[in-house]
C-alpha cells in the first residue's frame, strides 16, 4: 500500500448538494478499491485558474489524502475520467 495525494478542480457551477454527492463519489471510489483515505475535504472554493480548463475560468478544489495499492491507482484514474463534473485530476505519490 502506498500514499497518495490527489486534486480534483471540479466544475464551479455546482451546488451544495451536487459538490456533496461528487465528493462522496470520490472518496468511495478510493473505498471501493480497497484503499483508505486519511483526509478529504474542500480545499478552496471558486477560485480562479491559471488558464482556462474547458471554457471555465474558475474551479472548485477538493484535496484527498489516502493509501491505495499500486495497480488500483490506474482504474481509480480511468473512473475519475469519466466523470463530467471532474475538470482536472492531479494524483501524486507521497513518500
Known amino acids: 500500500m502506498n500514499k497518495y495525494e490527489a486534486l480534483f478542480?471540479?466544475?464551479p457551477e455546482l451546488s451544495g448538494d451536487d459538490l456533496t454527492n461528487l465528493f462522496h463519489h470520490l472518496d468511495e471510489t478510493v473505498t471501493k478499491h480497497q484503499g483508505v483515505i486519511s483526509q478529504s475535504g474542500l480545499w478552496a472554493e471558486k477560485r480562479k485558474l491559471a488558464f482556462p480548463i474547458a471554457k471555465y475560468a474558475e474551479g472548485n478544489f477538493y484535496l484527498m489524502n489516502f493509501t491505495l495499492p499500486p495497480l488500483a491507482v490506474?482504474?481509480?484514474?480511468?473512473t475519475y475520467k469519466l466523470n463530467e463534473n471532474i475538470l482536472r485530476v492531479l494524483i501524486t505519490k507521497l513518500e
Open 9 to 11: 478542480i471540479v466544475k
Open 74 to 78: 490506474k482504474d481509480i484514474r480511468q
